[in-house]
C-alpha cells in the first residue's frame, strides 16, 4: 500500500511549515508529496524551504491552480500509489492520529472517498482512492462549472455531491460537533493566520499545561471557549452610508430611532456618508480585515445616496472585498442597475470567493394587500416592486434574493413565498432585544444559547463613523469611530463582551437579545 500527499498551497508562512511536513510524513505509507498551487511564486517559496525534508519524503511540485489541474497532477504523480491524501499546506494543525484513523477507515472499507465531519477544517485531510480519482477528473469535464473550478476547500467534495450515490464513502465522525463555530485551522486568509497563530500559543500553553500536546479534540474545547480564537478579524462590515429612507417598513425599528436622533422622520432626512470619508473607510477596511463583505445598509436606503455608484466603484476597486446591498426597490432604476454592472464589468474578479455585488429585496408577501399591510404607502405597489426584483435577477443572476420578514402578518403566505422565488431568504423579525413587540410566529432560538456571531465577526459603523457594540445598539454604546479611529482598537473593545458571552453572562441589550444565532456570510 502507498499514499500519495497531495497538498495544495496558495500561502507559504515559514513559522508554520515544519508542523506541515513533519504531519505529512507520519501519514501511514506515505511515498511522496504533490505540491499544487496556482502561484508559480508560492511553489518557488516552498521549494526552496522543504528541501531538508526531501529526506524523509520526495518532494514533487505543479502550478495547477484548478481542481481539474490537481486530479490531472495527481494521476500523473501517483505511480503505483493506491490511495491519495487532499489537504492544504496552509492547514499547520492536522492531527497525526485522526489522519491515521480516517485512512484506517477508508482502507479496511475499501472506500472511494473518506473524510472526518465536525471537526473543524484543517484538522482531518480527505483520501480518495486514486482509481476515483480517474473518476473525478471525468466527472470534472461533465458537471456543468467545474472545468473552471478552482481548488477550494469544498472542491472535492462539491463535485462529488453531483452524483454522490455513485460512490462508496466513510465518514469518521468527532465526538463533538464543532461546526457550529465555523472555525477554520488554515491560514489561507489574514483571519486564518490570526486565528492560526493564537491557536498555535494555546496549543504550547495546553502541553505545558497537560505535560503532553493536546490531541485534537482537547484543542477544539480549548478553542472553542477562546475569545481571542473566536474573535479574529471582522468578515462582516455594516456601514450606514444613507441615514434617509421611506421610513414606511412596520417591522423595522429605524424610523423611531432616526427621528430621536435626528429629530426628522428618515423620509425627509438628507443626512449621508461623504465619499471622501467612505473611501478612506474602504482603505482602512481592506487593510484590517484584508477580506471581507461590505453592506451599504445598516440603516436607511442606500441607493438614495446621491453618488451610490461611486461608492459601490470604490468597494470594487478593493478585490478582496464584496458588496451587500438591502433595498426596498423603490429607488432601484434600469439606468442605475446598468451603471452598477457596468462598474462590475469594469472591476477586477473577486479574490474573496464570493461575487461582486450580491443582493437583498424587501418582497415580504405574496398579497398586495399583505405588504401594503406591512410596508405602508411607501409609493410601490408588490407588482412594481417583484418587477423591479426580475430586472435585478437579469442583470446579477444569482446575486439577488428576495426577501421576507416572518411575521405574524405574512405567516400565512409563507409557503407560498418559498416557493415562489427561486433564490429566498426567510429572515428571521427583530424585536430589537423587546424594544419593539414580539411578532415573531415561531422562536427558532437553539436550546443552548451560543456565543453571539454579531460579536464575533461584524462591524457595524454609522453615517458619522461611530462604531455601536452591535446592530442592537441602534446609535448607543459607541466603543469607537471607524472614521477617526484605529479599527484594531475599535475591534478590540467588543472582545470583553464576547468574554462575558463565553461565560453565560448576558447585559444590557444581550439579555433579550435573540439575534445571537443569526449571522452573516
Known amino acids: 500500500m502507498k499514499t500519495l500527499i497531495t497538498l495544495f498551497a496558495e500561502k507559504i508562512e515559514k513559522e508554520f511549515l515544519p508542523e506541515v511536513i513533519s504531519w505529512a510524513c507520519s501519514v501511514p505509507d506515505a511515498s511522496k508529496i504533490l505540491i499544487c498551487g496556482g502561484n508559480a511564486d508560492v511553489l518557488a517559496a516552498a521549494e526552496k524551504d522543504i528541501p531538508e525534508f526531501e529526506q524523509s519524503l520526495p518532494v514533487i511540485y505543479a502550478e495547477t491552480p484548478l481542481l481539474a489541474d490537481v486530479l490531472k497532477a495527481v494521476l500523473d504523480t501517483a505511480d503505483d500509489a493506491e490511495t491519495v491524501l487532499f489537504g492544504r499546506l496552509e492547514c499547520p494543525f492536522y492531527d497525526a492520529r485522526l489522519t491515521a484513523e480516517t485512512y484506517k477507515l477508508h482502507t479496511d472499507y475499501a472506500a472511494e472517498y473518506s473524510f472526518a465531519d465536525g471537526y473543524p477544517f484543517g ?20 458537471k456543468d462549472g467545474f472545468a473552471e473550478k478552482p481548488f477550494d476547500n469544498e472542491a472535492l467534495f462539491s463535485l462529488i455531491k453531483t452524483d454522490i450515490n455513485s460512490f462508496d464513502i466513510e465518514t469518521l465522525i468527532s ?22 497563530r493564537r491557536l498555535a500559543a494555546l496549543k504550547s500553553d495546553l ?28 468578515g462582516f462590515y455594516a456601514v450606514q452610508v444613507s441615514a434617509a429612507c421611506a421610513g414606511t417598513c412596520n417591522y423595522c425599528p429605524y424610523p423611531e430611532a432616526c427621528k430621536k436622533k435626528y429629530g426628522t422622520a428618515p423620509s425627509a432626512c438628507k443626512t449621508f456618508m461623504k465619499k471622501e470619508d467612505f473611501a478612506r473607510l474602504v482603505d482602512k477596511i481592506a487593510a484590517f480585515s484584508d477580506d471581507a463583505v461590505v453592506s451599504l445598509s445598516l440603516w436607511g436606503e442606500s441607493l438614495l445616496h446621491p453618488e451610490i455608484v461611486e461608492l459601490i466603484k470604490t468597494v470594487l476597486s478593493k478585490p478582496s472585498l464584496s458588496i451587500l446591498i438591502e ?3 423603490e429607488n432601484l432604476t434600469q439606468p442605475l442597475i446598468d451603471e452598477i454592472a457596468a462598474a462590475i464589468k469594469a472591476a477586477s474578479p473577486r479574490t474573496n470567493g464570493k461575487s461582486a455585488v450580491m443582493w437583498i429585496c424587501g418582497v415580504d408577501a405574496v398579497s398586495e394587500a399583505t405588504y401594503r399591510a406591512l410596508h405602508g404607502e411607501n409609493g410601490l405597489t408588490l407588482a412594481a416592486v ?7 435577477e437579469a442583470a446579477f443572476p444569482g446575486d439577488v434574493y428576495a426577501q421576507m420578514v416572518r411575521v405574524n402578518e405574512n405567516e400565512d403566505e409563507l409557503e407560498t413565498f418559498f416557493r415562489g422565488w427561486n433564490n429566498r ?27 453571539c456571531w454579531h460579536l464575533r465577526r ?18 448607543c454604546s459607541v466603543v469607537g469611530n471607524a472614521l477617526t ?11 470583553e463582551s464576547l468574554a462575558l458571552h463565553i461565560e453565560e453572562k448576558y447585559e444590557g441589550l444581550c439579555r433579550n437579545c435573540d439575534e445571537f444565532y443569526t449571522c452573516n456570510f
Open 386 to 392: 417583484t418587477e423591479k426584483v426580475h430586472a435585478l
Open 327 to 329: 433595498t426596498d426597490c
Open 425 to 451: 431568504i426567510i429572515q428571521k423579525y427583530d424585536y430589537v432585544s423587546g424594544q419593539l413587540p414580539d411578532r415573531k410566529p415561531a422562536d427558532l432560538s437553539p436550546v443552548k444559547r451560543n456565543c
Open 123 to 142: 484538522v482531518v485531510p480527505e483520501f480518495v482512492a486514486t482509481g476515483t480519482v480517474r473518476t473525478l477528473q471525468a466527472l470534472c469535464g461533465m
Open 485 to 495: 479611529d484605529d479599527l484594531e482598537t475599535i475591534w478590540k473593545a467588543s472582545e
Open 458 to 475: 461584524d462591524m457595524s459603523i454609522l453615517v458619522d463613523g461611530s462604531v455601536p457594540l452591535c446592530r442592537q445598539f441602534m446609535f
Open 207 to 234: 502541553t505545558a499545561k497537560l505535560g503532553h500536546a493536546p490531541s485534537a479534540v482537547e484543542l477544539c474545547d480549548e478553542a472553542s471557549v477562546n475569545e481571542g480564537i473566536l474573535h479574529t478579524l471582522p
Open 175 to 196: 465526538p463533538v460537533d464543532y461546526r457550529m463555530l465555523r472555525l477554520d485551522f488554515s491560514y489561507s486568509t489574514k483571519r486564518g493566520l490570526v486565528l492560526c
